[in-house]
């Protein structure tokens, strides 16, 4: 039987857990390259032959998607495979458009193909875009579990930009193991907050793999958090589907593949940010919730602000730092550091574009609705470099950190500066915990007369 040549279009995490969970290991299937994109400097690698298996001795090639139509001619591309996350169904089309014209079919995996089923119960934590607060909705999930002393084991979606046979099974458990795994600051500002608290967190390329280790975690496991990552839906089949969704983006939830799909497939459905939005854009969510999953609870919740040294703030210039992905393919131009500025009244958020220098000015222009904020770009070594002289270049009282992470960890500032701290307060009945009682009852996880 002649094989079928497949390409697999992403952005390094679906696109291999798509291949690992439908393609490896198949004869049928001839996948014969992936093309990479959204994330600086992924492509030009190959995906291993260990973990591609034995059909692919010699591994699999990583090419840049401005090559795409070529590949298709050049490679004998039957099928490609869209594989990657928050992006616009005009863009969506668009890219088949491309596809299709070349030849080649195009072609979008769903749940039955790609998830795994876990022996322990599982919770996903999904989201309808970037940076609409999954993490602190997945804090507070794992908190409210432990006050039941119920062991949870938290898997992060893949963010995989190194050395792909390293990063095959991570499992991170201090500050300490994200040195060891040299982690970008993207993968810092997702595992700190959980690591901080005493949780455990896995991450990496083969999630059957990842799996079976976090189910057998040496510290022990009662439940595993799926904590996603962009809009993307769980790799693991979920038991309790928690979806997050941002009024300050209002309608983007019927906008965005595959945000959509974790909005009709949840359990519960939180519109976050509710304390920082308008009535209007809070309603246009709420509606559009019970259009597209109207048997899903809904819960409203406000992202909660806490600042370390407020007096650094109060009628100050700053410059404000927020979490690079949020801003960039999130498009947003607003998040806590933000908010945080504009409560506390400073005199002035500076403009943080005319002190960029190296890969922050290319990345202003690329992405020109930031406007003034400085986007916390770290994915290598230079990276952090322009982003620590960008914020030593800047004249401004105080430096303001909103991003997860700490970033003085990993960068000198030379200015005084202050962290925002985000936690997920919710506002309305039922609550999370209301949700998580009936959840641990019905997995028998702890005895019922000890449920508060």
Known sequence: MERKNILIIGAAGRDFHNFNTYYRNKEAYNVVAFTATQI????????????AGELYPEGIPIYSQDQLEELIEVLDVD??????????YEDVMSLSAVVNAAGANFTLLGSKSTMIKSNKPVISVCAVRT?????????????????????VVAVRHPMPYGDLNAQRVQRFATVEDLKKHNCTIEEMEEYEPHVTRGNIIYAGVDYADILAAAENDPDGCDVILWDGGNNDFSFYEPDLAVN?????????????????????????????????ASAEAIQIVENNIKHASPNSIIIKAESTITVDRPEL??????????????????????????????????????DARPFA???????????????????????????????????????????????PMDLSRVISINKPYTRVHYELDEVSTPTLSDVLKDFIQEYKLVDKTTIK
């Open 40 to 51: 600086p400097d992924i492509d030009g690698r190959k995906y291993p032959n260990e973990l």
């Open 79 to 88: 099928e490609c495979v869209l594989s990657y996350s928050d992006i616009r």
């Open 131 to 151: 940076g609409t607060g999954k993490s602190q909705t997945s804090r507070k999930i794992i908190e409210t579990l432990l006050e039941h002393d119920i062991k």
């Open 244 to 276: 997050v969704l941002d009024p300050h983006r209002p309608g983007h939830e019927l906008l965005y593949y595959p945000g959509e799909v974790c909005l009709r497939t949840a359990d519960v459905n939180i519109i976050n940010k509710i304390d920082s």
């Open 313 to 350: 703030i109060v009628g100050k210039r700053v410059l404000v730092v927020e979490d690079g992905p949020t801003l960039t393919h999130g498009e947003m131009n607003i998040g806590a550091g933000i908010v945080a500025a504009e409560r506390l009244g400073a005199k002035e958020i500076i």
């Open 357 to 403: 220098v190296g890969s922050l000015i290319d990345t202003f222009e690329k992405y020109q609705h930031i406007g003034n904020v400085l986007p916390a770009m770290g994915y290598g070594e230079q990276q952090l470099k322009d982003l620590e002289e960008t914020i030593n270049n800047a004249d401004c009282d105080a430096v303001i950190i909103g991003t």
